[in-house]
């Protein structure tokens, strides 16, 4: 069965690179940053490819697979720096849509399949501290600040705290009460919005899951969606390797190759071995899915908090090796180094992650070195 799931990611890896290769070769630097962070063409082209709907269950119209599968997919879209809320849709989207009644289900499959936009809408992304909306009743009030591509989006799939337990609610987002409100983001990668939620009409069909449902829909969102940044992280880390290594060995300096020099070559081979290490972390915590949830959670902890910290010192030591040149905002560097800094600290920074992981453990709840093996 393991060397199925290999098979599988292999193929996703392979389908994945090149349709976004192929993507690529219609992307400017000055074009992307006259345009904007968000392009219609790629978007329909993720959508086309099936890769949102992986991981509905079969019984809910999916295929049915695993995080082991989506993990090179979602390693591509940071190889290329694909704009776009893939992991709220892949996996946010995706996981709600068993969950749901007939009404909504078809309103987020819609959505999966690139008809409309889907918005996550949960303080959690931006701080494990951060208050839900309340939902009470049949109204829902409350915001959340950062949320990503929310100006762009048709449905709102909320995170909320009912009065016995939370909530998932999914609202269209043209309804009366929500406001979203632009928000300035330094990475030119990401359009961030705060939604704010002020007594909205919330009906039957809209609540995809409360209570116990709920709780355990936000557990596997939030495992998810660490697993789904670090593996984000992964890609812009192996990318930041390659184009090093590429020019190192055209850039001429004393009238030989940069990369003769042994100085760099020690950088070089530390970017290797980072950038492979956290390219198995994410590996193994994508794996983490197919066993019980606590390892999931554990491994999405430690596999985010990891590839946080080690994207951003193959990145810092990509510019280095490139010199001034990486530092101007026409260099591609220039933007992957940006959209690390962001996704550093989005579904939690290291500090907060690794606070996280050491109270579970030391609570008996966690056990984070079983979920490597």
Request: aromatic residues 4%.
């Amino acid at each position: 069965m393991a060397a199925l799931h290999d098979d599988l990611a292999a193929e996703f890896a392979a389908t994945a690179e090149e349709i976004l290769s192929r993507l690529d070769r219609n992307r400017t630097v000055t074009g992307e940053l006259e345009a904007g962070p968000f392009s219609a063409t790629a978007w329909s082209a993720v959508a086309e490819a099936g890769w949102l709907e992986a991981l509905v269950t079969e019984e809910a119209g999916g295929l049915g697979l695993g995080l082991r599968e989506l993990a090179p997919i979602l390693t591509a879209v940071g190889r290329h720096l694909l704009p776009g809320p893939v992991a709220e849709h892949a996996v946010a989207g995706a996981l709600a849509v068993p969950a749901a009644a007939d009404s909504a289900a078809a309103r987020l499959r819609a959505t999966l399949a690139g008809e409309g936009m889907l918005a996550l809408v949960d303080p959690a992304a931006a701080s494990p501290a951060a208050a839900r909306p309340r939902l009470a009743g049949d109204e829902l009030s409350g915001g959340c600040e950062l949320v990503r591509f929310a100006g762009r989006a048709s449905e709102l799939l909320v995170a909320a705290d009912g009065p016995d337990g939370p909530a998932v609610v999914l609202l269209d987002a043209g309804r009366d009460g929500v406001a979203v409100a632009a928000r300035e983001s330094l990475d030119p990668t990401t359009e961030l919005s705060a939604v704010t939620l002020d007594g909205v009409a919330v009906g039957a069909d809209d609540v995809v899951a409360a209570n116990d449902v709920a709780a355990e829909l936000l557990r596997a969102t939030h495992a998810g969606m660490r697993v789904a940044v670090a593996c984000e992280l992964a890609g812009i880390a192996d990318h930041a390797l390659t184009i090093s290594v590429a020019y190192a060995k055209e850039r001429e300096q004393f009238g030989r190759p940069i990369g003769s020099f042994q100085a760099l070559q020690h950088i070089l081979a530390e970017m290797a071995r980072e950038s492979f290490a956290l390219g198995r972390t994410c590996r193994e915590a994508a794996a983490a899915d197919a066993g019980a949830p606590d390892r999931l959670d554990d491994a999405a902890l430690a596999a985010k908090a990891y590839a946080a910290r080690a994207a951003r010192s193959v990145v810092e030591s990509a510019l280095q090796v490139h010199g001034g040149i990486a530092f101007t905002i026409e260099h591609e560097l220039h933007r992957y180094y940006t959209h690390l800094l962001f996704l550093d600290g989005f579904w939690g920074d290291r500090r907060d992650l690794h606070a996280a992981l050491g109270r579970r453990l030391l609570a008996g709840d966690g056990d984070v070195w079983p979920a490597w093996s």
